[in-house]
T-cell receptor, first 117, second 109 residues
């Protein structure tokens, strides 16, 4: 099946710094990638939808200036958490949808656990 | 508004059968997904239903009734490794996934 990777798998950073998370589709081209955040014991929360070559569409309540998303190629999307604070500590997961997938399944990356101290 | 409901937690015994229900109200319907998520890991795809009926895949089966806005995931011959959260998600008319809060399944020996 399709494989999506994320890097790093975990990161610890100091409050006020920025962190970049990469999401790559390894064996397919993803025109659409999704970024989710998941707090402990809660379900996935969609943060934004990213289409290759265009600006990301952010969900209500998600600050686009704080969570910068770049989808520069068909295999790579990045999420940058700017000026991170402890409340940004969470599990960030990306997923990708292949063009031929139509309405079908999204392929998830393994997630990145961010801890802001 | 859009809403996905599933039980918060269920407990079952190793070797037994468990059914996890999901009801939904969404703007449009383009299929229902079940995902398994172990603690600290990303979700993995289990099943996809877009037509009414039962889809069987090994020990796992998924059922859909669109008229009732209802689905269930059936797990047979439970194993300890099946302890996980099971997420129900519906793809709406904009092809966006609407996620349930997940059902934590605890398997006891």
């Amino acid at each position: 099946g399709a494989v999506v990777s994320q890097h790093p798998s975990w990161v610890i950073c100091k409050s006020g710094t920025s962190v970049k998370i990469e999401c790559r589709s390894l064996d397919f081209q993803a025109t659409t990638m999704f970024w989710y955040r998941q707090f402990p014991k809660q379900s996935l929360m969609l943060m934004a939808t990213s289409n290759e070559g265009s600006k990301a569409t952010y969900e209500q309540g998600v600050e686009k200036d704080k969570f910068l998303i770049n989808h520069a190629s068909l295999t790579l999307s990045t999420l940058t958490v700017t000026s991170a604070h402890p409340e940004d500590s969470s599990f960030y997961i990306c997923s990708a949808r292949a063009p031929s997938g139509g309405a079908y399944e999204q392929y998830f990356g393994p997630g990145t656990r961010l801890t802001v101290t | 508004g859009q809403n996905i409901d599933q039980p918060t937690e269920m407990t079952a015994t190793e070797g037994a059968i468990v059914q996890i229900n999901c009801t939904y109200q969404t703007s449009g319907f383009n299929g229902l997904f079940w995902y398994q998520q172990h603690a600290g890991e990303a979700p993995t795809f289990l099943s996809y239903n877009v037509l009414d009926g039962l889809e069987e895949k090994g020990r796992f089966s998924s059922f859909l009734s669109r008229s009732k806005g209802y689905s269930y995931l059936l797990l047979k011959e439970l194993q300890m490794k099946d302890s996980a959260s099971y997420l129900c998600a519906v793809m709406d008319s904009n092809y966006q996934l609407i996620w349930g809060a997940g059902t934590k399944l605890i398997i006891k020996p």
